[in-house]
Every structure is written in structure tokens, then in C-alpha cells.
């Protein structure tokens, strides 16, 4: 028998195989090689028989790449195309750790008719979302705009032709003993950690612009409902969150909770921040079926994300752990109560060969150390805490 050739699309054409029939007069035996699309081999056997591979990317240019994602999400969506497709901020899914604003996590996000770009700290720690509007009391504009590139805005119900007022009878409106009648203006206010830190002001709904995470990115204007601060206190007025706060809380005035309600996306979304203190959100993103996962300790009477933790190791030295912690993106550093801080601290130190500087009520904190001569960082071990069916969090 001769010689056969066969090309069989696979995965929307991701990749290619080729089935070769059996050489000779031998036994006949079947082999498959698999190619993929953008490789050279196929690239070769195009060229071959239509002339040049018109659009075909150059490998390890940045088409190449955005190519290969091309196809990634295609076949994702196709393994997901009984949810809708993430979606994230219209002005990118792109987050940023600012040092200069409380060393928060920021995005940007826009709002309103015609819109108005406000630069929000992301925070899994509350639940509102609120941004600076029609200000009694709001960090200054001037000094703030000195310690970002960024221009901070002001939202006014007054200038946003989609502007809509909340009622007190709203299901949303969580302080209708403050109110004065059903169709009032409902008001919120929102404590937090940080010491005499708050917003309030009135409750509003308006247009959140954002996009699909899929090959068409289309605009999605999706109706919430966030606070119109009027006056901000404490931290807000200062170094945290002066152009407003995005809750990602579990409660039902969260923006995560409204998209998934209102049918945008999956009751989900994921969030990482790198090491550089670059990262991402996404809103809908259930994840990969390989990834590893930890189950929430919910409160119903507060839903918040705590998970248990089951272990602690720092460098070597690890130890059993049978304690709760809150994942809060809207602080900035790390705290365990006792005797978890004990043990770490304990082992940290044990491992430190740097000099610890002498303890000082002006410093936070209760273990500093000198550097060595020629080095621009101590020299410590690795901190990992192990959450309940096995997940490893390390270098906190």
C-alpha cells in the first residue's frame, strides 16, 4: 500500500497531526507525529505547497505569543462555554502595589455618563465600594496627585447623566433605621481597622465599564451600586485609598456579588498580586481543574475569607497550626496573634545570623536587624503556612 498523508485538525487547529502510513512492504503500522501549528515543521509544509505563510508569526516575537493566548482562551472558553467569559476593569485587568499610598494594591476603574477613571485600593477585607463624591471631607487632590502619575477625580451624582439615587427601601440599604422615610437618600458609613478610619456618605447607582477576558473583548456597562463618599477620616485622608476603596467582600453590596446576581459572571473571581507588585484581577475566573484549593470558614451572620491554617514552617523548622486567618487584601502586612507569632517569630530569629537592632517604641516592629556591610538585605529564611487540604503559601 502507499504512503499516506493526513492532516487532521485538533483543538480549533492548535495543533496538527500528522498520520504516516507504513513504509514498504512491512507490518502495517501506524505512527502519529503532533506538530503544532505555529512550529516550523508545519510552517515548512505550508510554504511547500501554497507559497509563503501569509500572517504566520515569527517564533518569540510578541504576535507569536498572543497567538499561542489567542488559542489558549479559545479552548478554555470552549471548556467554560456554559458560563459567561471573565471580565475585568474596562481600563485593564492590571493592578498595582503603590509604596507612596499605604502599600495597597490599586486598579483602575471607570464609572459613570461620561465616565470618570478613579484609581480604587483593592479590598477583600470589606465589602463597599465607594469612591471620593461630592466632598465634605476627601483627601487633597493636590498633595496626592504629587505622589502618583496618576490625577485623582471627584464623582458627582449631579454630573452623570446614569446617575440614579438609592432609596432606603433599596434591599441593599443596610441602615434604614437612619432613615427618615422610604424614598430618603440612603446613607452608609463604613468603620475600619486602621485607626479612626471611615467613609460615608450616601449610597448611588451607575454604570461600571468592563470587559470580556475572551478573543472579542467587548464593553460590558454593568449597574452598581457604590457609596458617594462624602466625608472620608482617618487613613483616607492621608496615605491609604484617597481616590476610594473597591470591596471584594462577600456581602451583597460587594461588585463581585452584584455581576454575579445581575447573570455578568460565575460567583467568582481571582486576584494575584506579583512579587514586583504587579498583578491582575479578574471577575468570573473559576479557575483550572488542577489547581489546588482551600475551603472558606464562613461566618453567616459576617461572611468574610477566612481559611484554616494547618501548619507553619519557617525555613527548616516546621510546626503543626490549628487557627483561622482573614485573606485581606486592604492590609498591607501580614499579622498573627498568639501563640502562632511566638512560634514564628521564635524560629525566625533562631535562623537570622544578622545583628538584631535593639527594640524601639518609634518601629512598629519587634524584630529589625542590621544589615550586613556590602548587602541590601537581610539574610532570613523562607515563611510558609500550609492552609487546611494542603495548600502552601510561602515568603509572606
Known amino acids: 500500500?502507499?504512503?499516506?498523508?493526513?492532516?487532521?485538525?485538533?483543538?480549533?487547529?492548535?495543533?496538527?497531526?500528522?498520520?504516516?502510513?507504513?513504509?514498504?512492504?512491512?507490518?502495517?503500522?501506524?505512527?502519529?507525529?503532533?506538530?503544532?501549528?505555529?512550529?516550523?515543521?508545519?510552517?515548512?509544509?505550508?510554504?511547500?505547497?501554497?507559497?509563503?505563510?501569509?500572517?504566520?508569526?515569527e517564533r518569540g516575537t510578541v504576535e507569536y505569543y498572543e497567538a499561542l493566548a489567542s488559542h489558549d482562551r479559545a479552548i478554555r472558553g470552549r471548556a467554560l462555554s456554559d458560563a459567561p467569559p471573565p471580565i475585568t476593569f474596562s481600563e485593564g485587568n492590571a493592578t498595582l502595589r503603590?509604596?507612596?499610598?499605604?502599600?495597597?494594591?490599586?486598579?483602575?476603574?471607570?464609572?459613570?455618563?461620561?465616565?470618570?477613571?478613579?484609581?480604587?485600593?483593592?479590598?477583600?477585607?470589606?465589602?463597599?465600594f465607594w469612591v471620593p463624591c461630592d466632598c465634605l471631607s476627601c483627601a487633597p487632590s493636590a498633595s496626592m496627585n504629587q505622589r502618583t502619575d496618576f490625577e485623582f477625580s471627584m464623582y458627582s451624582p449631579n454630573m452623570s447623566l446614569t446617575s440614579q439615587k438609592v432609596?432606603?427601601?433599596?434591599?441593599?440599604?443596610?441602615?434604614?433605621?437612619?432613615?427618615?422615610?422610604?424614598?430618603?437618600?440612603?446613607?452608609?458609613?463604613?468603620?475600619?481597622?486602621?485607626?479612626?478610619?471611615?467613609?460615608?456618605?450616601?449610597?448611588?447607582?451607575?454604570?461600571?465599564?468592563?470587559?470580556t477576558e475572551d478573543a472579542r473583548s467587548e464593553v460590558v456597562e454593568a449597574r452598581i451600586v457604590f457609596g458617594c463618599g462624602q466625608v472620608q477620616t482617618g487613613s483616607f485622608l492621608d496615605v491609604a485609598a484617597p481616590n476610594g476603596l473597591f470591596g471584594l467582600g462577600m456581602e451583597k453590596i460587594s461588585v463581585p456579588s452584584i455581576l454575579a446576581n445581575s447573570g455578568f459572571t460565575s460567583d467568582s473571581f481571582s486576584i494575584c498580586f506579583g512579587r514586583d507588585g504587579i498583578g491582575r484581577i479578574s471577575f468570573g475566573d473559576r479557575g483550572s481543574s488542577d489547581q489546588k484549593e482551600t475551603p472558606f470558614s464562613v461566618n453567616k451572620v459576617h461572611p468574610t475569607y477566612n481559611i484554616s491554617i494547618?501548619?507553619?514552617?519557617?525555613?527548616?523548622?516546621?510546626?503543626?497550626a490549628d487557627f483561622s486567618a482573614l485573606v485581606d487584601t486592604g492590609t498591607s502586612f501580614t499579622y498573627f496573634a498568639d501563640p502562632a507569632y511566638t512560634q514564628i517569630s521564635g524560629a525566625f530569629h533562631a535562623q537570622v545570623q544578622d545583628k538584631r537592632y535593639v527594640p524601639d517604641s518609634r518601629i512598629p516592629f519587634e524584630y529589625c536587624y542590621y544589615m550586613r556591610y556590602g548587602s541590601d538585605k537581610v539574610m532570613s529564611s523562607s515563611l510558609g503556612i500550609s492552609s487546611l487540604c494542603s495548600a502552601l503559601y510561602t515568603n509572606l
Request: glycine share 10%.
Open 1 to 57: 500500500m502507499a504512503s499516506a498523508l493526513l492532516l487532521l485538525p485538533v483543538l480549533s487547529a492548535a495543533f496538527l497531526i500528522v498520520a504516516l502510513g507504513p513504509r514498504g512492504g512491512g507490518a502495517s503500522t501506524l505512527r502519529l507525529d503532533i506538530h503544532h501549528r505555529f512550529s516550523a515543521t508545519v510552517r515548512r509544509w505550508v510554504e511547500s505547497r501554497s507559497g509563503a505563510a501569509v500572517g504566520w508569526p
Open 98 to 128: 503603590i509604596s507612596s499610598l499605604g502599600f495597597l494594591h490599586y486598579a483602575m476603574v471607570s464609572v459613570g455618563t461620561p465616565s470618570v477613571t478613579f484609581l480604587v485600593a483593592l479590598d477583600t477585607g470589606s465589602d463597599l
Open 167 to 211: 432609596p432606603c427601601n433599596n434591599n441593599l440599604c443596610e441602615l434604614q433605621s437612619e432613615c427618615s422615610g422610604a424614598t430618603s437618600l440612603c446613607p452608609y458609613k463604613v468603620a475600619y481597622v486602621s485607626a479612626d478610619t471611615s467613609s460615608s456618605g450616601t449610597l448611588v447607582e451607575d454604570i461600571l465599564y468592563l470587559m
Open 310 to 320: 494547618v501548619g507553619i514552617s519557617v525555613g527548616s523548622t516546621a510546626t503543626k
